[in-house]
């Protein structure tokens, strides 16, 4: 996720805006399909070349779309195609970090200084759970000096290594460990470093043996270094050259830079099976899936940061009193992936274009909304907020 705190505190805000409009003892509609298709209108109409969703809930799976898939051939999005889904692979990196917790293996109180020495270059110790909590106090480092930079630098090679030098390096921490919440990419590159060390294989495959496995994910994989998005729902698109250039075709970028923070490509459906794997104990065991729900307050209202998870009460007349999962955000794709605690009802949205639109970042999280509380975009304030 590119300046994640940022954009995150953005949607947030959207977030207060639709608790006020339905909250405040007035119960929410009742979500309905009709209702999912024109919040998804809704995030084309406001610029966004495609969107698309897949949603499960008491009467089954439904599957949506809006746009275009490609602007320069056309054709639909395909709700069942691959994307970018960006930073929900932390909550990956921290299934697995959660399974070796409870292995034995690793504990949450255990110093990064003490399992990975000379990493990096602070005195003050930082533990397992700091990072996966994003209390560490490293502070989120910008990726791009420049938006004609997300494209020049599109084959660009970044090892993990590189990438936590990079972001801790002549940084002093934002705040001493434990003491703040500043969401920071590096946290989860060095919790990739910290799984590789411990059970000797690359990330990568531990995440494909340990997680996606047994999930059944079976249309994901972490491509590292591998450029392109395989049958993809829908080309991701920014606004890179100026707003009279044509929109830049990103779909094809070198993503090693997001390695252990943002590297997943996955389908809705397949995200929509791990959260179902994770909030039912298949993927950890209680005490591990307890210690992950356990949250701080994000600094940003109506948020909340779990262990590699977001949590956003909803207000009464919801489908649900709250909804758990994450957010992603990586050039040309925009997702939100939500569900209820108990998985009855989930809701994966994405949009094919990100960093250059925050209206259509804003109208992507009101289709989460739209599913859970019957609100669509076009009723609600906040989407299109400056960000």
Known sequence: MNRASHRVAVLA??????????????????????????????????GAPGAFAGVVDGDGRWHGHSGVADLGTGGVPDPRGRF?????????????????????????????????????????PI?????????????QTARWRSLPEIDTTRWDHRSPGETIRLGTEGRP???????????ANTNYAILGKLVERVTGRPLHHELQRRVLDRAGMRDSYLPYRYPHVD??????????????????????????????????VSTADDLNRFFRALLTGRLVGAAQWAEMRTTVPS??????????????????GCAAPEIWGFNGSVPGYHTWTM??????????????TNLTSTAAQDAALQVVFAGFCGTTATSLPGAGLPG
């Open 339 to 352: 569900h209820s605690p108990d998985a009855a009802r989930q809701v994966t949205v994405a949009v094919t």
């Open 231 to 264: 049958r993809p729902a829908g080309r991701g698109y920014e606004r890179l050259h100026g707003p009279d250039a044509a929109p830049t075709d990103v779909t094809d970028y070198e993503m090693s830079r997001f390695w252990g923070s943002g590297n997943l």
């Open 173 to 183: 921490l934002s705040f001493p460990p434990g003491q703040g919440v500043e969401y």
């Open 13 to 46: 805000a959207g977030t207060l805006l639709f608790t006020a409009a339905v909250g405040g003892g007035a119960a929410a509609a009742l979500p309905t399909r009709a209702g999912l298709q024109a919040a998804l209108d809704v995030v084309v109409a406001v």
């Open 127 to 139: 533990t397992v759970r700091q990072l996966l909590q994003h209390t560490s106090g490293i502070p």
């Open 84 to 124: 970018r889904a960006g930073s929900v692979t932390k909550t990956v990196v921290a299934t697995a970090v959660l399974q070796l917790v409870g292995e034995g293996r690793v504990g949450l109180s255990d110093r990064v200084q003490d399992r990975l020495p000379g990493l990096l270059p602070y005195a003050e």
């Open 299 to 316: 600094g940003i209202p109506g948020l909340e940061f779990g262990l590699g998870l977001m949590r956003i009460p909803l207000p009464p």
